[in-house]
C-alpha cells in the first residue's frame, strides 16, 4: 500500500512539494526532471483529474445515499424507543463525538436545546 502512495506522490509533480517518506521534497528537483519531463508529469496529472473527476461525482452521489439510508435507519430506531430511552440516547448522541450531531443534520444549538426532550 506504501508503494501507491509514493506513485501518487510522484504524479503529483505540479505542485511544488510532495511527501515521500513522510518529509516533504520537491520531487522534479530530487529527480532532476528536465522541463520536457515536468510538462509530461503535468499533462498526466492534469488527464488524470478529467478522468477522476466523474469517479469522484459518483463517490459524493453514493456517499448522499448512504447517509440518507443511516439517517433513515436511525429516525426508525428513535422511533421504536420510550421517551425515557429517547432521553438517554439523545444524552448519548449528543455528548459523543460532533460528528453524530452532524450526521443527523442538527445544529449544535438545537442539540443543546433538545438533548433531554422526547
Request: aromatic fraction near 6%.
Amino acid at each position: 500500500m506504501r508503494i501507491c502512495g509514493l506513485v501518487v506522490g510522484f504524479l503529483s509533480l505540479a505542485l511544488p512539494m510532495t511527501a515521500v517518506a513522510g518529509e516533504n521534497v520537491n520531487l522534479a528537483e530530487v529527480l532532476q526532471l528536465t522541463d520536457k519531463q515536468v510538462k509530461e508529469v503535468e499533462e498526466i496529472n492534469r488527464k488524470s483529474v478529467e478522468k477522476l473527476q466523474p469517479v469522484y461525482e459518483k463517490v459524493k452521489q453514493l456517499r448522499t445515499e448512504a447517509d440518507a439510508i443511516r439517517r433513515e435507519n436511525m429516525e426508525q430506531f428513535i422511533a421504536i424507543l420510550t421517551p425515557e430511552q429517547k432521553k438517554v440516547f439523545n444524552w448519548l448522541l449528543y455528548n459523543g463525538p460532533k460528528k453524530n450531531v452532524k450526521f443527523l443534520g442538527k445544529s449544535e444549538e438545537n442539540t443543546k436545546e433538545n438533548k433531554t426532550s422526547d
